[in-house]
């Protein structure tokens, strides 16, 4: 089955888990070009899982991952590093390399995909730095940066690349709630700016409601998305009582 129009990354009867466990079983959505999606569920619901499963680092059990209607499970060689080149990934811990610059940091996609010139390649990240804020903060070590720049750093890497696609995972973890509301400032801003579809997976309610469009959350009991929509319209209205409560929690 193909993904629409609008789609960018669609999951397609999708079953995954580890070793022989399910985690979930036969799930399909859809992700839209531009928008803000967030996948949210109690602890154990698979929501880490399922983002491994979307940025290729485990093979799912049954079932495909579509990226711009190519099939990620499927793909192998060039075609898959061309697929995996679509998409920018922002670790929860941020993943930087102690002993670099911030802008070496930012530049290491650049370095190992391209033979751009050292000149063109600092200039891009020096402007994917200035995007998230950073420009000043280009010569310091990550150790120098507080969590906020060091999760607005990883991000600048993760866009260094011009991806389509950003995924996030728990960006907000470990930041206090002016941080957060700043982090999920520059998620909106970049989202609307320039375009970049992002996926979000997280604990924290207070930034779904600022920043995402849609989202679906997962249940471990049902091992499937039990509610789908605008986080405003289930928190109000979905039909299972839970989930109303779920997202009424930090809403209220």
Sequence with gaps: MSASATSIIAARDLTIGYGERVVLERINFEVNRGEVFAILGASGSGKSTLLKHLIGLYTPMHGDVLISGESLSQAEGDQ?????????????????????????????????????????????????????GLEAAATKLPADLSGGMQKRAGI???????????????PSAGL??????????LIRELARGLGITFVMVTHELASIFAVADRV???DPEARGIVAEGAPAFLRDHAGQPWVRRFLNREAA
């Excluded at 929860?92 to 070496?104: H, I, K, P, R, Y």
């Excluded at 200039?123 to 995007?131: E, Y």
């Excluded at 600048?156 to 728990?170: K, T």
Aim: aromatic share 6%.
């Design 216 to 218: 679906v959350v997962l």
């Design 176 to 185: 206090d709630p002016i941080t957060s509301a700043g982090l999920d400032a």
């Design 80 to 132: 898959r590093m061309r697929i995996l080149r679509k998409f920018g990934v922002l670790y929860q811990g941020g993943a930087l390399f102690g002993s670099l610059t911030t802008v070496e940091n930012v530049r290491l996609p650049l370095d190992e995909f391209t033979d751009l010139s050292m000149t063109a390649k600092d200039l891009i990240a020096l402007s994917k730095l200035r995007l998230v």
């Design 156 to 170: 600048a890497r993760a866009i260094v690349m011009d991806p389509c696609v950003l995924f996030l995972d728990e």
